[in-house]
């Protein structure tokens, strides 16, 4: 057997002629990993979301020296322009003194709500970003990947030793549903964080004041 654990871009999906599913969220955003070169009394202690309408943007603690800012691009702006370090400079200038971290590297990643209409076909099979992707506002996209390997692996070791091979069908009955609702809750929270009208970024603001 083969399972396909190749990433978004899978070469494996390919190879079965499965489509994806799309959930219709497609938005550009900047990753910005950087070294912190001493305190940084500003940045958060534990991942800060900021539905700024102006620009929507997250911060990541990472292990220390490491941190992490993702800043949504803009309709209109240059991936390639927005990775160089005058623009990545004016982005973390709100967080960041001038001098207080060195960029390892910056790239811009489309955050996608994706699935895949067929997870298996015969002796191969889909696994993670190969199988489904989702945003990351849930944090749950290695997370899924890892149930489905958790749901995988022991069906996979009971056909090898003589189980029905239909056993695996049950693989995509069983985590595609739980899938798609994660991905879908991560797109429903992505398009209430990547809100950029002022207005409806208000109003937004209000009702989950007045909820909580």
Request: charged residues 20%; proline residues 8%; glycine residues 8%.
């Amino acid at each position: 057997h083969v399972v396909g654990c190749d990433g978004a871009r899978s070469m494996t999906r390919k190879a079965i002629g499965t489509s994806l599913t799309d959930t219709g969220f497609e938005e550009p955003w900047l990753v910005v990993d950087v070294f912190l070169r001493g305190e940084a009394p500003g940045l958060p202690t534990r991942c800060l979301q900021v539905c700024d309408p102006a620009r929507p943007h997250t911060l990541v603690p990472m292990p220390p020296p490491r941190f992490r800012f993702e800043f949504m691009l803009l309709p209109g702006e240059d991936p390639v322009a927005m990775q160089t370090p005058e623009a990545v400079a004016e982005l973390t200038a709100g967080w960041l003194p001038a001098g207080a971290a060195t960029v390892e590297r910056s790239a811009v990643y489309t955050f996608h709500g994706l699935i895949t209409t067929r997870w298996r076909s015969g002796r191969v099979l889909l696994a993670g970003d190969a199988a489904h992707q989702t945003p990351p506002f849930l944090g749950q996209g290695m997370c899924s990947g890892m149930r489905d390997a958790a749901n995988l692996a022991w069906k996979l070791h009971a056909v090898l030793r003589g189980a029905d091979e239909a056993l695996l069908d049950t693989y995509q009955q069983e985590r595609e549903p739980a899938v798609r609702s994660i991905v879908q809750a991560a797109v429903d929270f992505g398009r209430i964080i990547c809100t950029l009208d002022p207005a409806q970024a208000a109003a937004r603001d209000e009702a989950m004041l007045a909820a909580r």
